[in-house]
Structure formats: C-alpha cells, structure tokens
DNA sequence: ATCCTCCCCTAC
DNA sequence: TAAGGTAGGGGAGGAT
C-alpha cells in the first residue's frame, strides 16, 4: 500500500528518513545504552536469555513496549527505539500491515510479543516459529534496492521505520534516504494530482471507496463461482455433517417448531463490526476499548492547544463503538472526531488502513460461512444475507440462534473479529435484526413478533431510504416529527407515500414500514454497468492535460471491462465543475467541494471495450459539455448496455471494419416499438455465453445422486437445484423434470413430432396442474422458477422469442413459428434497447427479480395477458424452422454472405465471430449439422489460400473447436469431419 | 402512454 | 494536507 510512499514527509510514520531522523535515532540509542548500563544496575539483571538478540517494537503489544524495553533489559537483550535494517534482529509487533512488511530486510522475523514473555516464563530462549507472524517477508518486495540516484546506495539504510507514536517526525525530510523506487525519485514531486503520471495508480490503492466497491463485486463474483464448483459441495455436506454430529441441542432448540412445515423462510444478515477497525486490531484486542479510528491521517497534532490547531479533514474510514459512543461516525472529518474525544477528555487512536488484513479477514469470513451454505448473496466485504431454511431444516431441531452463535463464533476464531447477525422470516427483517444485534451480537425477529419489532424501527435505518427521502417525507408533515416507521404506518396511505416519494418508493416505503419484503437472494450476478470515477485531486489547466488523464482512466476502465469479459454499447461521461460561487480550493486538501454535475451519454455503434474508441467517445462527449477545465473537479466514465463477451474471445474490438452486420444489406429491420419497460437497464442477458458454458442439453433435473459429478457441474443458478429437485413430492418432481426437460435432450429418445408432443404436454402439464396452492407447497427456489416461467410463457405469447437458448429451457421449443421469423443474432445487431422482450424474459428467468414485492412486478409487467389467456400453441410442423443469420436462411445465400464477409477485411470482428458461431450451433441444435459442415468448409477453403487471412484462421480454429464441442455433446463423443 | 436521458439517492 | 469509488434503483421531464 504505502510502501511506495510518495511523499517527503514522515506524516505516516512509514516514510524514509533524513539524517534529522539519524541522528535522532543515535541520540535515543545512545540514551538507551545509558538507561541500559544506569538503570540495568536498578533494574534486576534476571537471565540472559536474550544474549545477543535485539528487538524493534512495532505499534501496539501486549505487553505494551515500554515493558517489553524492561523485560530485554533484564534479560541480556538490546531494545531498539528505531527501526534500523543493520541492527534489529527481531521485529516485536502484534500487527503489521503488508507496507511496513514490504520494507523488512530479508532476515527479519517478525515475532509476536508473546514469545518474549514466553521466552521468560520458560527461562529460555524458544525458537520463534510458532510466534513468527509472516513467514515469508522477503517475497514481493519488488525493485527497492535498485537503481539508487543519489548517495551511498549500499549504506545502510537508518529509519524506514520509526515509532509510530513518537510526536516531533515529520517535521523534516532530507534527501538522504534512497530506499524508494526511482521513478519517484525522479520526478521530485509528491503525487498530489491527477496531473502526476502515478496519481491514478496511487489513489485507487489507498481509497477506502474503491476498496469497497471492487471488493464487493469480487466477493459476488467469488460466490458465483464457488457454487458451480461441485466440490465445494461435497465440503459442504462434509461440514455440515460435521456440524451436526458435533452439537449439543438445547432445550430451546426442541422448542423450535417453525421448520417442521417447509413453508417459513429464515433469512439471516451478517456482518463485521466496524470492519476496518476490527482488522486493524485484531491481533491487539484490548485495544478496543479505547476510541479508535482509521484514517490515512496519523492526526498527530491534535491533542495540542486549541489555537492554531490543524484541523484534520481526512476522513474516517471506520470507527469502533467506543468512539461512537463520543459522537463519532464513519466518514466524518478526523479533525471532528479529534474534537469530539477532547470533550470527553479521551484519547483518540489513529490506526492506517491495512488492506492485506481487510483482504485476509474478508476471505476468511466468506470461507467460514460458505463452508456451510451456498444460499449467499453477497453484498460487500464484509456483509452478505444467508437463506437459512434449507440449513436449518437440515440441522432440525437446531435453533436458528444456536446455529447462529456457533458460525459467529467459528468466524471469530477464524478471523479474530467480531461480527453480528440478524435473523428474520424476509432479508428487511433480517438486515434491521442485525443493527439491532450489534455490536458483537445477534438478533432474531421471531414468527409473531414480526408486526411489533418493525413499528419500532426507525425510519433512516430503513435500507434505501437515507436523508434525502426523509426530508420530503419530513416536509410533507411538518407539525410531527417523522421518524419510526410506526408513524408512516399511521400517516400514510399507500396512495400518499406514492404521491411523496413516486410510485416505486412509495411502494417500497409503505411494504417496509410494514414489515413487508418478498425479495429472495439474489444469486447470479451479471454487472450492468461497469465505470471509473475520480473526484479527488482532480486539478488541470489545460485541456491537453486533461486528456492525458482521460488516456488513464480509459485505461483503466478498459482493463475493468476485460476482466469482466463485457462490452458495452453505451457510454457515459460525467463531470463534476466547482460551483460559480464555491471558492477554488475547497477546505479539503485537494477535494472537489461544492460541484455542478452533468453528465452525458453516446449510444455506440457495436459493443466495444477497444480503449482507442472509449477515449474517443470520451472526448467528444466532454467536449460537448461546455466547462472551463481549470473548474473541473471531477470526472466519470461509465459502460452500460453489455453483450456479454465470450468466454474464448480473445479478439480485440475491430471498430472501424466495415463488419458483417454493419453492412445495411444484411440488417434486419429494427423490432420496433415491442420494447418493455426497464428492458435496457437489464442489459444483455449474453445468451450465446451463458449457453456455451453451461450447455443446456445436459441434463440438471435427473435424479441421479446429488454427488454425481457431471449433474452438479452443470447445475446452473438458472436452473434448479438438485438438492431441491430430490426433495420435492413424486408426482410434482415428475411433472417438473418433464417440463424442464430440454429439447435435445428428448429428442435423442423420440422421434421429433413425439418431442413436440412430450414437451407441449408437460409444459401445460406444469402450468396448467400447479396451480397456486400446489405452487406454495413447492421450495420458494422453485416456485420462483416456475413463476418465471409462466410470465416468460405469457410474454412469449405477446412477443416472439429469439433463437433457441434458454437458461430454463422451457420455452425453446415453443414458439417455432416466431423463432422461424428472427434468431439470437437479432440480440446482438440490435441496440440493447430495441430487442424483443425475450432477451430480457430470458434474462429474468435467470436473474431473481430484486424487488419489493413480486405481486407489483407482475402486476407492472407490460404484459397483461392472464394466465388462461395462453398463447396459441405452435403448429407442430412449423417447427422445423431454420435458424438464420442476418435474415437468411438458405445455404446458398449465406455462403454468398460468408464470401463476403471474408472478402471484407483482413482482420475480422470478434463479434461477427460470435454472431457466426450461434448461427452454427443454433443449426446443429436444430438438426442441421449437413449445413454447418457445408459452412464451415466453405470457409475455410475460402481462407486457405489466403496468407493475409492468418487472423481469420485464428478465430476459424475457436470457431471449429466450438462447434466441434457441440458436436460432440449431441451425438455423443463423434467429431465431425471437417478435413 | 411510453420511451430515453440526465440526473439524484443510497449503500458498502 | 489527502487519497470524496462505484453499482444500482428510480424519478422528472422532454421527446416520440
């Protein structure tokens, strides 16, 4: 993190010294030498255990450094007060972030204190390797002892550390010190704004804000992935029959009842406790019950007079309950917090940020409750809801608060911090459980309590609602003071809450003041947008200057989209302008103060993640917003509307070429005005992906054991779960396996018509027998999917589906005729926004609608179609419907398109690549493997001849090797013959 | 009436 | 000195 420090100054404690700093450092020693030889005679000489070994105290320990000076006094051994890379053997600390890691000589070790004291207790010296806290110390540490530019490269090195505590250091810099990287060197300047080359780079790694939100979308990601793993399933069946075996029940557990009946969810919510805090001192627990806060700020010169006392405007990243208990809160000023601490004449601690621990501490938390459960959406770093009531069935007669107290405790021995849990029949519940329950404690909102604990509740602790919708609520009522949701219960009708707060959120605001929240998990995560924002140090005069910073952030975000494999088809820019009457420098060092905002957007012309292009984009929307550069205070660059990219894509955007689907012949005429609301921020659902990777002719509602390998890989969130599957009564699973059954699957077994019949018979088997009471006697997964998949069946009936992929494989094969008229190229040669409502059905089935109450979302629905008002069926014999590229089907006149397509560039388009490559499995799908083999002989002997075509044989081979896989999942194992 | 764009709000 | 990022939901109001 710091380890680069970037400035002159000593202001974190952890930056080089001068010579003012060495010859303090003699000073003190010598000091030390004298305490030694003086007091050592009062001092009682007791061994000489530590002959010969030297320490260095880092920070806080326990016992604190002053005794630890005592005990290596009284023991033989030498105490430093500084850090010096020639003289300390080891290095005493309880907690040390990976930055003052990074500067520790190769020898060091780094000991906890309890090994001097232990050392003492058995008068003798121990070996160190059970206290050594990182054993790997050297690894890592980069380029520090190259290319020194001035002065004596090889001379020791005196104060990389120094006390972190100690009051005079940062008064002065000298260039002496060389351990830095040259580049800093070389530029003599601090990295201050985002006119430095490394300012980006510098600021996103010491952000607590970008910290957060990357972490969040890495931990939803992490999640993801684990469930498709299906050893972690195994783990988790080990541990919970571990679990089980292991506990003793309580009286209380056998109380517990509400599980006997399936029906009742239990959500919980977990988080830490004041996250950064707790990491900081988790290896220093007694700390605690002082105030403490972490900054980037050491906040050294606070406790002098009030006069001329600096004000600290770095803000506070966490803090824990005792300084909440003076006033202090997350985000506030360092400055105020200082304030708040003199007025209860108490000491404020400043701790750094320690990244490493947050990572370490983070991935232990998730570990531990995952190892029990996949049923996780996870929403930060530190906090994720958990649905309980297949573990807790499991676990039966475990109460969920025994339960609960034993993952908490298991969380505090793994990542020795403390975290809360709330418990509740709905994720709101649950969420308000947990503030409840904090710190350090859980809380269970139980059956029957639900209506008297939410009355109580506050208003701003609702989530989502923050001071903004309060103030309107507020001013709508300003005789009372509006703060419980006992109150809105009493003011407000649903209709007046729509009225103050709009529809939607006066919808939400009246179900939660209610205690209402029919949201499940959310469980697969697909990004719709992806963007870099930097309002801070923003400071330029130039134009040209600016641009050098857009390059950066294009960069950046290029590098964003890459590793989240996604284009986007829309960009924004947004822009933050001092305010005419706001002062230049706002009083937060290099802030953006008060701002106007504004922002703009351009729909691109193809998906793109090309940085040339974004930069280009980027400009021209920035220079459409009239602003004076001198005023910018901050900037945004954001990517939404994704086709997903492809697993395999290894080609870069060709914007510019003259593509397949460019080409006005080949376009299809837009599908007009069939949108839906909220179609285009649901994005692209990335059908050809998600296909590809999970493909859907394996089959996920066997009954095979729930180990078997092959069955959990390609259980899919999409898709049922087998667990859930197994559970279900005979009868109805029967009914569901035969409605989920896909096409090609059934149609290795029948003949084509029988497949039809088979398919279009369960399926009005499922729809037409479950009916609601059967529906709610299903698992509430369960009941999702299928009521999914009545409103995909419904929309379907209004809006044609496109092309054949599904992630619940149910409306494959039913409307053939629509699926004759266009296919899932329409998908991507469409803006987003155009496409027919099936992209988005499709996406939906696969995604749980987050919402308030689902009863709204049905009742919104574009779609007003009731149940009976089904669809017509499909004439069977349209079913042999032909897939199609750009509008043709022939085999004639996509060979002619293909040539064409070849002819056109040298270098060919990713996407026309992908587009191709669904054409031809969306063929094999239907059958048609005599054309595919037709096509993609025909293409190559196009290319073959042609030495300028290497890059097109590059993708050929993807394609090939794609489509070979399909292959050889339908006719089991045969490749087709393309030599 | 239904969209799209430009915001604003909230959360971690 | 200080590191005020980002994703997502949704409303207002103009365009269609």
């Known amino acids: 993190m710091a380890g680069r420090g970037n400035s002159h100054r000593g202001d974190n404690g952890w930056s080089e010294w001068g010579g003012y700093m060495a010859a303090k450092k003699r000073k003190l020693e010598e000091q030390f030498d004298k305490d030694s030889s003086n007091n050592a005679k009062q001092l009682e000489r007791k061994s000489n255990i530590f002959q010969g070994i030297s320490i260095f105290v880092d920070g806080h320990t326990e016992p604190p450094a002053d005794e630890l000076k005592k005990l290596m006094m009284e023991h033989g051994g030498v105490y430093h007060a500084y850090y010096s890379k020639d003289k300390i053997t080891y290095f005493i600390s309880n907690n040390l972030p990976y930055a003052k890691i990074r500067k520790l000589k190769p020898n060091d070790k780094v000991v906890n204190s309890k090994w001097i004291t232990d050392c003492i207790k058995e008068n003798k010296l121990l070996s160190t390797h059970n206290y050594e806290m990182y054993k790997d110390v050297t690894r890592s540490r980069g380029q520090t002892e190259l290319n020194f530019k001035r002065a004596e490269p090889m001379k020791p090195i005196t104060s990389d550390f120094n006390v972190p505590n100690s009051d005079d250091e940062d008064d002065h ?57 299906p050893e972690h399933r195994q783990l988790i069946e080990k541990r919970r029959e571990e679990l089980k075996n292991t506990i003793q029940r309580t009286e209380r557990d056998y109380l517990f009842k509400i599980h006997d009946e399936k029906k009742e969810k239990i959500y919980m919510h977990i988080d830490m406790d004041c996250f950064f805090v707790s990491v900081a001192t988790r290896h220093q627990p007694e700390l605690r019950d002082q105030p403490i806060v972490i900054t980037h700020s050491k906040g050294r010169k606070a406790a002098t007079t009030n006069e001329h006392q600096f004000y600290s405007r770095s803000e506070l990243a966490s803090c824990n309950y005792a300084a909440r208990q003076y006033g202090i809160k997350n985000g506030m000023y360092l400055g105020r917090a200082q304030e708040l601490c003199r007025n209860h004449q108490a000491k404020l601690l400043c701790l750094p940020y320690d990244y490493e621990g947050f ?17 996780v959406e996870a929403v930060s770093c530190d906090e994720l809801y958990v649905d309980l009531t297949d573990l807790l069935i499991y676990l039966k007669p475990l109460h969920p608060l025994t339960f609960v107290s034993l993952l908490r405790e298991e969380i505090q021995i793994n990542t020795k911090c403390p975290c809360s849990a709330g418990m509740g029949s709905n994720m709101l519940l649950a969420r308000l459980a947990t503030r409840h329950a904090k710190p350090n404690g859980q809380y269970y909102v139980e059956k029957g309590y639900e209506q008297e604990f939410i009355a109580k509740q506050k208003l701003i602790d609702l989530p989502g609602i923050g001071s903004s919708i309060l103030d309107k609520l507020q001013q709508t009522f300003p005789q009372t003071t509006v703060d419980t949701c006992k109150q809105i219960q009493n003011l407000c009708s649903l209709e007046q809450l729509k009225n103050i707060l709009g529809k939607k959120q006066g919808q939400t605001m009246y179900d939660m003041t209610h205690g209402i929240d029919t949201r499940i998990l959310t469980k697969d995560y697909l990004p719709k947008s992806i963007s870099i924002d930097i309002n801070y140090g923003i400071r330029f005069q130039t134009f040209d200057e600016l641009t050098v910073f857009i390059k950066q952030l294009v960069l950046e975000l290029h590098k964003r989209l890459k590793q989240a494999r996604q284009k986007g088809k829309q960009l924004s820019v947004k822009i933050r302008v001092r305010a005419p009457d706001a002062p230049i420098e706002p009083e937060k060092f290099m802030g953006c103060g008060r701002t106007d905002d504004s922002s703009r957007l351009v729909n691109l012309h193809s998906y793109t993640d090309d940085p040339i292009n974004i930069e280009l984009e980027t400009i021209k929307l920035l220079k459409q917003m009239n602003f004076i550069v001198a005023d910018l205070r901050g900037i945004g660059i954001s990517m939404t509307q994704f086709q997903s990219a492809l697993k395999n894509t290894s080609g870069k955007d060709m914007n510019g070429h003259r593509t397949l689907f460019d080409c006005n012949q080949f376009r299809l005429p837009k599908p007009s005005s069939t949108t839906v609301g909220n179609q285009t921020d649901t994005g692209e659902p990335s059908e050809s992906f998600v296909t590809r990777k999970r493909p859907m002719q394996q089959e996920p509602t066997t009954t095979a054991v729930p180990q078997k390998v092959s069955r959990l890989d390609c259980y899919t969130p999409g898709q049922i779960d087998p667990h859930v599957m197994n559970e279900l009564p005979e009868p109805i699973r029967q009914e569901v396996e035969q409605y989920l059954k896909n096409p090609s699957s059934v149609s290795r077994q029948n003949s084509e018509s029988d497949r039809i019949e088979v398919i279009e018979k369960s399926f009005t088997q499922v729809m037409d027998h479950l009916d609601e009471a059967v529906l709610n006697e299903l698992p509430p997964e369960m009941r999702r999917e299928i009521t999914m998949a009545q409103k995909l069946r419904k929309m379907e009936s209004k809006y044609p589906p496109i092309g054949g992929k599904r992630l619940v494989p149910i409306s494959v094969p039913l409307n053939p005729v629509a699926q004759e008229k266009s296919n899932a190229f329409n998908v991507l040669m469409n803006s987003p926004q155009k496409q027919p409502t099936t992209t988005t059905t499709t996406k939906k089935t696969s995604i749980p609608v987050k919402r308030w109450r689902t009863e709204t979302i049905l009742n919104e629905e574009p779609i007003t179609t009731t149940t009976s008002n089904v669809r017509t069926e499909p004439k069977p014999q349209s079913f042999h419907h032909q897939p199609s590229i750009a509008g043709f089907t022939l085999l004639s006149d996509v060979k002619l398109m293909l040539r064409e397509w070849i002819e056109s560039s040298d270098e060919p388009n990713q996407i026309d690549f992908d587009l191709f490559q669904n054409y031809l499995i969306d063929l094999l799908n239907s059958y048609n493997a005599e054309m595919v083999h037709q096509l993609v002989s025909y293409g190559l002997l196009q290319l073959k001849p042609l030495t300028s075509k290497i890059q097109w044989m590059k993708h050929f081979q993807n394609l090939i090797e794609a489509v070979q896989t399909r292959f050889r999942q339908m006719y089991g194992g045969v490749t087709m013959d393309l030599s």
């Open 173 to 229: 810099s000298s260039p002496s010190e060389t351990e830095e990287a040259p580049t800093e060197d070389d530029d003599h300047l601090s990295v201050l704004d985002a006119k430095h080359p490394k300012f980006l780079e510098t600021f996103l790694k010491r952000s607590r804000l970008h910290y957060l939100s990357s972490t969040a979308v890495a931990k939803k990601v992490y999640v993801q992935e684990l469930r498709q793993k």
């Open 359 to 375: 990572h370490e501490v983070s991935d232990r938390f998730y570990e531990t409750i995952l190892s029990y459960t996949l049923e």
